[in-house]
DNA sequence: CGCGTCTTTGATGCAAGTCAATCGCCGTGG
DNA sequence: CCACGGCGATTGACTTGCATCAAAGACGCG
């Protein structure tokens, strides 16, 4: 991990970001003034559930896995994000301490937000704490989603879902790119990577075609009535 | 479905409320100014989701079930909310829209307090922005607790987890009194009914005595090592 | 071209959902 | 007071969905 200076294009990104995007650009300009920003590698771990920060993070590139541990070791992910999403913030009003682990899942580069200094400005301006009041509102209901797909939906279905929430809904066919390895799609749907290519390979017959990272889907409707 | 005035143990509950238990009193006492209350029988339902509401709700007496139905006409618990919980609080900042069903899951009491006065206070009062983001911070980490535990536990183990966070930390044996049916019991903890009575009767082995609504925990760091 | 990594496929086991039958508890009414 | 009826809880048998382990296949990169 190496910490350095904001870029012009670092500033560009922090200011559409989902928690920043939403205030008056002096506002936001204020607010990034004293931002730092660190680089991470591959598998990187940012913070571990527990421990002591003080920060709001915000992804400027790359990955990053929000994720818990069972005390066998194994990994949930709670949330994986990129470029321009917002992290952490709720640790900053919930006794500094993180409630899940962060990580890298592919080289990135990641700014932090002063947590105390944030406090200040929701309280003397109205306007922070509308936005952090948004971003919290999606947090939730982003989170109540996965639980939901988990409790509700079959693999297929889930991944049925998330194909269909990266399609416009206009079109009846439609092709996209998936923003991650596969690995990494299949611990944000809760699924192993096996479970992950056999919803795949039974998504076929519904007129899902893989190839890499290029998902096409043939017939919407299809999909939908899945 | 009635409605009716508040009465002063209503009050009191308000007042103390996850919500407005966070604010001054003479800021609390207003926004209750204008709360309307109405009770519900068991299984009557409160909104659906994608319902248009501009309210937030507030647990006076009984109990209520946040849920979400898929397709098939299952239910998906989200939370289970008793005397003094709030809810409904981002449909308010989030396009007015419920983003899940309630129902009442027993004889309820329910206050509502409106959506715009709640926004307009929220930014012309900054104790009242930081109840809000308080709570949604809270609500996020209960969320999260959910899904993490449906994704790295079992049945038994989730039940242990539930049972231990019901129980003080200092004694190592304890008793309480499940705060509801294990019908809902187990839709909190995402289980079919049958499992739940599986999972009780496989922590017997570990100290766990269950007879009714009472739950008698033996030796806690038993169910601790689960 | 060859190697390592990601992905797919196959075989197997376990956890939990489903369906069905029984049990226990409690309140009602004879 | 006891018999009955109803409902929640439990138990059993079966099925299903997914994790796991193991191996083979595909893809990208040096």
Redo the contacts with the bound molecule.
């Keep these: 991990m190496k910490t350095l200076r904001l870029t012009s294009n670092d500033r560009a990104i922090l200011l559409k970001s989902s928690f920043l995007g939403r205030l008056p650009r002096s506002t936001s300009e204020a607010v990034i003034e004293d931002a730092t920003v660190s680089t991470h590698e591959e598998d990187d771990v940012l913070f571990r559930q527990g421990d002591g920060i003080d920060e709001v993070f915000v992804v400027l590139s790359g990955l990053v896995r929000l994720y818990r541990v069972g005390k066998d070791g ?1 990994e949930a992910d709670l949330a994986v994000l990129q470029a321009g999403e917002v992290f952490a913030e709720s640790a900053i009003f919930l006794g500094h301490h993180a409630t899940a682990s962060a990580r890298a899942a592919e080289a990135s580069i990641i700014a932090r937000l002063d947590g105390r200094r944030l406090r200040q400005l929701a309280v003397s301006n109205p306007d922070v704490a509308q936005a952090f009041i948004e971003l919290l509102c999606h947090r939730s209901k982003m989170v109540e989603d996965l639980l939901a797909q988990d409790r509700l939906h ?3 279905e889930r991944v049925a879902n998330y194909i269909l929430s990266n399609c416009p809904s206009g079109s009846t066919s439609f092709s996209f790119r998936l923003p991650f ?3 990494v799609l299949a611990g944000k749907l ?9 919803a ?2 039974k998504l076929r017959q519904s007129g899902v075609v ?3 990272r290029m998902i096409e889907i043939r017939d919407r409707h299809a999909l939908e009535r899945f």
Excluded: H, I, M, Y
């Design positions: 194994r079959t693999a297929p390895q596969k690995n809760g699924l192993a990577p096996e479970a992950l290519s056999r795949f390979s893989v190839r890499g």
